[in-house]
């Protein structure tokens, strides 16, 4: 025999050994936390793992956790949550999965996943209207409870797959926000398992540094198995409008651009009037909700405020869940629409005292028309919030972008990787508004990760950044919770 050979060989057999001594460990471990149900653990290297139980939503920034679980308890995160930390594994809960950058899958190799899927209760108190939501209900399943409930409602964005526990942890922005406030205003107090397996509350009079921190920054600190929310009664009659505006001249849709944003920015403009500008290649929509009655919306003239347009839809509106249906069919046209793609996308805040100006607009315009995106489509969405939004302190909450009025999300979609061409052309569009519009912030929608970002967490939390990495050291000191651009311990 050549024992020469074996000799090459063993370093490699014992790795092997080694490595398959590993997942026979977390597996066993695993399965131990969820009361050895198989159906509730899988591991990478099972059958079809990426497929079925990864499910990773941004293909441009692949992701292989080391195992995924679906808990049905709180009782049963926490012993996963003990189990990951005693194999030293990071771990990241995912609730409907749609981060940019796959961060609910731990955003880079090797965390230990944790699919809310299964938490899905509900109750509601009808005396003082506040509902219990397990945080593994998506938006669209949520409006229907609360619907059947008491015709009740919580502002959220308008896809109906985005799930509870990332959307209110994060922000939740969405069509009734300028009234009431994001999803995460709506949380009065939450059901946290911690990095050392215990499950404590999260409320003004119990931890109310960690629900500071889980209202804007969640994922960084816990993971929520349950809300209480606040509530509001549906709203009635509303008016969903759209306006669609044909190719025209670079100047004509600039000046489109220019008369919605003096629109949107006036400091009296009812807070009942919701409103989105998307350009495309080519045209722009100018599109959203006024809640109130026809009259009222006709008041605000937006025929003749956006002339030129080349299509142009008006419905009234008495039914909320068919509000919500329409919502959920425009949402279908854009990355919300739960279908994985490779795709990119960045994003900027404009305050009051940072609108674009004129000359900045034009130039915007002429970037659109003359770069090279390599991307098989792209479009840039104006969203306006504000209103209810910035009644809330800077330093109330982990969410400190409350002098926000409008964002800017611009977004391409391709075939296969992005490329640098694609990634050129959108760090364009935010180089060109930024050199030309003064005193514009750094601040990025944490919804809207990027992970290309230069220094993201002051991006994401801005002043509240050292409360948080405060807190962090002392719920999270080891980082059990990571993901690339998480809250760090001070």
């Known amino acids: 025999m050549d024992f020469s050979i074996l000799r090459l060989l063993s370093p490699l057999l014992f790795f092997l050994a080694a490595t398959a001594a590993a997942s026979t460990s977390v597996r066993q471990c695993l399965l131990s936390a969820v009361q050895n149900d198989p159906t509730l653990v899988a591991l990478n290297g099972d059958l079809l793992y990426q497929t079925l139980d990864v499910k990773v939503y941004n293909l441009n920034w692949p992701v292989i956790p080391a195992a995924v679980t679906f808990p049905k308890s709180s009782q049963q995160v926490a012993?996963?949550?003990?189990?990951?930390?005693?194999?030293?594994?990071?771990?990241?809960?995912?609730?409907?999965?749609?981060?940019?950058?796959?961060?609910?899958l731990g955003g880079s190799n090797g965390a230990i996943n944790i699919n809310l899927q299964n938490m899905k209760s509900f109750s509601m108190d009808t005396t003082t209207w506040q509902a219990t939501?397990?945080?593994?209900?998506?938006?669209?399943?949520?409006?229907?409870?609360?619907?059947?409930?008491?015709?009740?409602?919580?502002?959220?964005?308008?896809?109906?797959?985005?799930?509870?526990?990332?959307?209110?942890?994060?922000?939740?922005?969405?069509?009734?926000?300028r009234q009431y406030g994001m999803e995460l205003d709506h949380v009065l107090s939450a059901e946290v398992v911690l990095a050392n397996g215990s499950i404590v509350q999260a409320s003004p009079t119990e931890n109310p540094d960690l629900l500071f921190a889980i209202k804007g920054a969640g994922a960084s600190f816990g993971i929520v198995t349950k809300f209480v929310f606040r509530t509001e009664p549906e709203?009635?009659?509303?008016?969903?409008?759209?306006?669609?505006?044909?190719?025209?001249?670079?100047?004509?849709?600039?000046?489109?651009?220019?008369?919605?944003?003096?629109?949107?920015t006036q400091p009296d403009l009812t807070r009942k009037f919701a409103s989105i500008c998307t350009?495309?290649?080519?045209?722009?929509?100018?599109?959203?909700?006024?809640?109130?009655?026809?009259?009222?919306?006709?008041?605000?003239?937006?025929?003749?405020?956006?002339?030129?347009?080349?299509?142009?839809?008006?419905?009234?509106?008495?039914?909320?869940?068919?509000?919500?249906?329409?919502?959920?069919?425009?949402?279908?046209?854009?990355?919300g629409g739960g279908i994985p793609a490779d795709f990119y996308a960045r994003c900027?805040?404009?305050?009051?005292?940072?609108?674009?100006?004129?000359?900045?607009?034009?130039?915007l315009f002429?970037?659109?028309?003359?770069?090279?995106?390599?991307?098989?489509?792209?479009?840039?969405?104006?969203?306006?919030?504000?209103?209810?939004?910035?009644?809330?302190p800077i330093n109330a909450t982990g969410y400190a972008h409350r002098d926000t009025v409008f964002w800017m999300q611009s977004y391409a979609i391709t075939l296969g990787s992005v490329s640098q061409t694609t990634y050129d052309f959108l760090d364009g569009i935010n180089q060109v508004i930024r050199e030309n519009t003064p005193g514009l912030g750094?601040?990025?929608?944490?919804?809207?990760?990027?992970?290309?970002?230069?220094?993201?967490?002051h991006a994401y939390w801005g002043s509240n950044l050292p409360e948080l990495e405060r807190i962090k050291t002392l719920y999270?000191?080891?980082?059990?919770?990571?993901?690339p651009q998480g809250v760090l311990p001070a």
């Open 79 to 104: 012993a996963i949550v003990r189990c990951a930390a005693s194999l030293n594994y990071k771990v990241q809960a995912k609730s409907g999965g749609h981060s940019y950058g796959n961060y609910g």
């Open 235 to 264: 709203p009635g009659q509303a008016v969903q409008y759209s306006f669609t505006f044909g190719i025209g001249s670079t100047s004509s849709r600039a000046n489109l651009f220019k008369q919605w944003q003096s629109f949107i």
């Open 442 to 457: 750094d601040g990025v929608y944490p919804g809207y990760v990027d992970p290309r970002l230069q220094n993201p967490r």
């Open 476 to 483: 999270d000191p080891e980082d059990v919770f990571h993901n």
């Open 279 to 335: 350009i495309l290649d080519g045209s722009m929509v100018i599109s959203g909700t006024y809640f109130g009655s026809k009259s009222e919306y006709d008041a605000l003239g937006l025929d003749t405020q956006f002339p030129g347009m080349t299509n142009s839809t008006v419905i009234v509106i008495s039914d909320w869940l068919g509000l919500l249906a329409q919502w959920a069919q425009q949402a279908l046209l854009d990355i």
């Open 133 to 177: 939501v397990g945080s593994g209900m998506l938006n669209g399943e949520l409006d229907a409870y609360l619907h059947n409930a008491g015709n009740r409602a919580i502002a959220h964005g308008t896809s109906p797959q985005i799930g509870v526990g990332g959307h209110a942890t994060i922000g939740g922005l969405g069509p009734t926000a």
């Open 348 to 363: 900027l805040s404009f305050e009051e005292k940072t609108p674009i100006p004129a000359s900045g607009v034009d130039k």
């Open 366 to 392: 002429e970037y659109l028309d003359s770069a090279t995106t390599g991307a098989l489509i792209w479009f840039v969405i104006f969203d306006l919030e504000g209103g209810a939004i910035n009644d809330v």
